[in-house]
Nanobody, 127 residues
Framework: VQLQASGGGLVQAGGSLRLSCATS????????VGWFRQAPEERRKFVAA????????HSAESVKGRFTISRDNSENMVYLQMSSLKPEDSAVYYC?????????????????????WGRGTQVTVSS
């Protein structure tokens, strides 16, 4: 599985962005996909995930009510809709995949144990 994140950019506080994660593998539907972010000099942190069956989602407390994750298995895409953005949301955002995982499990897995990562996309929120 190869992942490619896109959609980052510069936005004012309170604005919105939609990130996209594309994959080339047909079996995409058997993988949970999550978004993580890493700010300068900070460790990579979980943001949100959607289970391989698309029925479950899980988000970090810091983004609940503002970020929504969704997937389109027919297009092999996962999206992260981000609204009410804050300067503290600024980071490089990465999508990652984990086979046969639930969203909750992916959120609880150590970052170093998640096997598949895409390149990041920069999100900058100005105050």
């Amino acid at each position: 599985v190869q992942l490619q994140a896109s959609g980052g950019g510069l936005v004012q506080a309170g604005g919105s962005l939609r990130l996209s994660c594309a994959t080339s593998r047909r079996a995409f539907g058997s993988y949970a996909v999550g978004w993580f972010r890493q700010a300068p000099e900070e460790r990579r942190k979980f943001v949100a995930a959607i289970g391989y069956d698309s029925d479950t989602t899980h988000s970090a407390e810091s983004v609940k009510g503002r970020f929504t994750i969704s997937r389109d298995n027919s297009e092999n895409m996962v999206y992260l809709q981000m609204s009410s953005l804050k300067p503290e949301d600024s980071a490089v955002y990465y999508c990652a995949a984990q086979e046969r995982a639930t969203a909750q499990a992916m959120g609880e897995t150590r970052v170093g144990l998640i096997p598949i990562w895409g390149r990041g996309t920069q999100v900058t929120v100005s105050s």
